[in-house]
């Protein structure tokens, strides 16, 4: 079947292809030609003050296809030098931290901080409350801690009521339970029980 | 004399939840807490609640009045059923003390509560345990060394081990409990 197909090639498609191929390229080649971007037609005020130009000094035109080296060297020269780039900050802008160190954690668990608002308490302040309130509700009144904390009575009296200080039981060690609870793993693993009465 | 523990862990992890129960909560320090309790990232307190209809704005005062505030209350009320029954005032009140809230039920608290501590999030928990859990092996036998150990020192009438009355009694006692719980879950599957 291939050979049949060349066959037909070397007879009929390639002489009908080329058929007055000289003249077609030529008749193609005009029409490109033709189809060219022209140039944009200057302004009309401006059309002889241009021709003019370029009559009088036509070195000007040629002037301007050239490139100037020299042009080229005027940044060769040029070194780039900020003073201020390496400034290390030693002060603090504003509010700006400059400690970079790791935070240390404190006892509770977070930054206590050095002034508290009226009315407000930090949770270490609270625990000492609650666990003296309930060790001797006589001796310590509700009307002292408020004072003392500078706290609203009757939101103290609140908190007194619904929170407590954990009471302790501890199971005999010998038991199962008792081995398997936590009390030979304190002191083990870093953490402390401080009992406060 | 009664003895009151203000309970710190000052190791790096601060506190964690290792397992609830009908009963309360172990900690990761061992100790194991009775009943609802108010969590610090560092402190336990307990939380004198009975259930989700006690958790109000008196009983919620304490985490209003911290400073620093705190970043996140999370809040477990419970078995899941319980969410519907809580007060959603609440939500208003602690809106406008700009406090953070997740309430969940106990068994997702614990977890968020777990997960937020160990991120140094500033977070506090207001947990009650669930008076339900579904029954397996693992929390059957941890019911049963709790009821053989702990239990009898908590009362009174059982302060001489030693009496075989007493003993047969609480046995008996204890057999009812596991019979009756083990029907009561067949009833709810």
Redesign the interface.
Known sequence: MGGFKNLLAHFFKRPVKNWNIENRAFKLLEEQERLKPAVAPRHPTTVEKLDDLIKERPELLELQRQKDESLDSMLKGMIVNPEKVNEVVTKSIGQLPVDRSPII?D?????E?NK??Q?????RQ??KF??DY??DPKKVTVQRIAKEYS?DTQ?LI??L?????????I??PK????A???????GT????????? | MKTTVNFLNTSDVGIFFETYSQLGFRLNSGLMVIGPCAVFPRSVLHWNVRNVDDISEESLSLFTILEPKIDILVIGVGEHKCLSRFNPKLIQHLRSKRIGMEILPTDQAVATFNFLNSEKRYVAGALIPPSYIPVDDDNLEEDELYLDNTVPDMFEEYKNPGSAEVEASFKKAKDQFFKWRKETEKDKH
Not at chain 1, 119 to 123: A, L
Not at chain 1, 161 to 169: G, P
Request: net charge positive; with cysteine; aromatic share 8%.
């Open positions: 954690d006892d509770f668990g977070y930054t901080p508290i608002p009315g407000k308490c930090t949770i609270s625990m609650i666990a309930h060790a706290l939101q609140h908190i009521k619904y929170f407590q200080t954990l009471d302790l039981h199971p005999d038991s199962k339970l008792g398997k609870s936590g009390h030979k793993q304190l693993g870093g953490e402390t029980v401080k009992i406060t009465r």
